[in-house]
């Protein structure tokens, strides 16, 4: 596509349910990020795919929090058991040209996610 | 670890005046990129300026142009004409450059500045 995807644009869900949220970096950038920002908060790396790499989990918050990119391609974000404190907006990143330190990042415009 | 700082949660200018974001990070490392993110309201981040450490030069965008100070670990961001549509809230990243590793390739962010342009 022409740019970053990301879905759904918002959602809303209740304390303890699951929910996933996808990103569809731009066709060909072989790196994506996940970023988590909070109200007030700046961004807060979460998880960073890079080709067949394995990913950089360092920043998920706990083990509820899990991602996967299935064929270098589309990621897959899921919060299990949603606590209220999950309430973020979640932004995708793609970029391709990872070996220049000065390489833009794409970002999609997120998923609000809302737990009641 | 790196942390960026961004000490103005609220700036405000009027149109066509000139407006400067402040930025200040710690590193202990000499080789790194520099980078001033717009976010509107659309929510979609898009990258003003990016500037390499090993640079002397300030990098310059059209309206925009950054004052680097290695020495003082400052990277501010001026805005000159301030135009309606500059109105976002804008961050400050910081990515290493050094090639060892996946989690070398994280941005951190500062908190940002919402910046509000006044007609």
């Known amino acids: 596509g022409a740019g970053v995807s990301q879905s759904p644009s918002n959602k809303v869900t209740e304390k303890g349910k699951d929910v996933e949220l996808r990103c569809d970096p731009i066709?060909?950038?072989?790196?994506l990020y996940w970023y988590r920002q909070s109200l007030g908060q700046g961004l807060e790396f979460l998880i960073y795919f890079q080709g067949n790499s394995a990913p950089d989990k360092s920043g998920l918050p706990s083990d509820r929090f899990s991602a996967e990119r299935t064929g270098g391609s589309v990621s897959t974000l899921t919060i299990q058991r949603t606590q209220q404190e999950d309430s973020a907006v979640y932004l995708c990143a793609s970029t391709s040209r990872l070996g220049v330190g000065g390489a833009r990042l794409f970002f999609g415009e997120g998923s609000r996610l809302t737990v009641l | 670890a790196q942390t960026v700082t961004q000490s103005q949660p609220e700036m405000s200018v009027q149109e066509a005046e000139t407006v400067t974001l402040s930025c200040t990070y710690d590193t202990s490392e000499s080789d790194y990129y520099l980078f001033w993110y717009k976010q509107p309201p659309s929510r979609q981040m898009i990258l003003v300026i990016r500037q390499e450490a090993y640079k002397q030069q300030n990098a310059t965008e059209n309206r925009f142009s950054v004052n680097f100070q290695k020495a003082a670990k400052s990277f501010s961001l001026k805005i000159s004409d301030s135009q309606l549509g500059d109105a976002a809230m804008y961050f400050c990243a910081y990515r290493s450059a050094l090639n060892s590793g996946g989690s070398n390739y994280k941005l951190t962010f500062g908190k940002g500045t919402l910046l509000t342009v006044n007609p």
């Open positions: 066709s060909g950038h072989t790196a």
